[in-house]
C-alpha cells in the first residue's frame, strides 16, 4: 500500500490545470500529520504531496524526519525551485519526484509554471547531488503541448520520466476543459478493486485515491464500493477515467 498526504494546498506556482489553487491555500497542522502516521505501518512508502508546493510548509523536513523515524520512506512530487539544500534531499529521498511540463520559457509562463529557469536550476542540483539519476523521476501533465523536449531531456540525464493526462473528473474539468468526452462506463476502480493507494487530505480526510477534491458528497471508501458495485457512479467519482476509461478531454 502506498500513502499520501497532502501536506499544504500552497504553491508558488498557479497551474492552469491544479485544482489546488481554487482551494483554501493553508498548511496541515502539526497534530492531524501526526495523527495520520499513526494510522500507517511502518516500512510504507508515504508522499507528502497533494495539491501544494510540498517544500512551502514550514515544517516540511520535520515531516521527512518523523517517516523516518517511524520506519517509512519519504517520497514527494516538488517544483524544484525551493531545493536549497540537494545533500539533505539526496540523504533523505532514495527517490524524489520533480514536476517539469515543458522546456519553453513562454509556454511555461502561460500555463502558470512562472519560473522555469528555477526550475531546471533545482532539478540540475538535485542531479548532482542525487545518483544514480534514475532516482528522479520526472512527473509531466500532458495538456497537448508538444512532450517530446521533455522525454529527450529524461532521457538523456537517465531521469525517470512519467507522463499523466489531464483529468477529466468534474473536480478538475470545471477549471479547464474546453471539451470532454467520457463515453462508456465501466464501474470498475482499480482503487477500489484492488487497494493500493490511500490518499489522506489536507483535513485528514482518509480517500482511495486522490482525485476526490469535493468531498461534500463524500461517505467513505466502502460507500464508492457499494455503489460501483450497484452499477451506480458515486458523485465524488463522476468523470473519472477510472470509470470512464474512453475519457479525453481537449484543454490546450
Known amino acids: 500500500m502506498f500513502y499520501q498526504i497532502e501536506v499544504t494546498t500552497r504553491c508558488n506556482f498557479e497551474c492552469f490545470y491544479c485544482a489546488g489553487r481554487n482551494m483554501a491555500q493553508r498548511n496541515m497542522e502539526w ?3 501526526q495523527s495520520i502516521l499513526g ?9 507528502l504531496q497533494g495539491e501544494g ?25 516538488t517544483n524544484g525551485t525551493l531545493v536549497d539544500d540537494p ?55 500532458d ?13 538523456t540525464q537517465g531521469f525517470r520520466h512519467i ?22 462506463c465501466s464501474y470498475r476502480c482499480r482503487y477500489i ?6 490518499y489522506y487530505n489536507i483535513e485528514g480526510l482518509e480517500m482511495p485515491c486522490f482525485c476526490i477534491k469535493q468531498t461534500g458528497h463524500y461517505r467513505g471508501i466502502e460507500a464508492i464500493a457499494a455503489e460501483l458495485k450497484a452499477q451506480r457512479v458515486p458523485a465524488t467519482c463522476r468523470g473519472c477515467r477510472e470509470i470512464y476509461p474512453e475519457a479525453r478531454v481537449r484543454s490546450w
Request: hydrophobic residues 40%; aromatic residues 8%; charged residues 20%.
Open 31 to 33: 497534530a492531524l500529520f
Open 87 to 141: 545533500a539533505r534531499v539526496a540523504a533523505c529521498f532514495p527517490v524524489i519526484g520533480v514536476s517539469l511540463d515543458t522546456l519553453d520559457p513562454e509556454l511555461s509562463k502561460q500555463t502558470g509554471r512562472l519560473s522555469l529557469e528555477r526550475v531546471l536550476e533545482g532539478l540540475a542540483r538535485l542531479h548532482q547531488a542525487m545518483q544514480p539519476a534514475a532516482r528522479i523521476v520526472l512527473h509531466t501533465v
Open 193 to 198: 478493486e484492488q487497494p493500493s493507494l490511500r
Open 143 to 155: 495538456f497537448g503541448q508538444p512532450l517530446e523536449p521533455v522525454r529527450d531531456h529524461a532521457r
Open 39 to 47: 494510522r500507517i505501518p511502518a516500512g510504507s512508502t508515504v508522499s
Open 163 to 184: 507522463v499523466q493526462p489531464l483529468q477529466p473528473k468534474d473536480d478538475y474539468a470545471r477549471y479547464y476543459a474546453n471539451e470532454v468526452s467520457l463515453g462508456p
Open 53 to 77: 508546493e510540498p517544500f512551502l510548509h514550514p515544517r516540511f523536513w520535520d515531516m521527512v524526519e518523523a517517516l523516518r523515524a517511524a520506519g517509512m520512506v519519504p517520497y514527494t512530487i
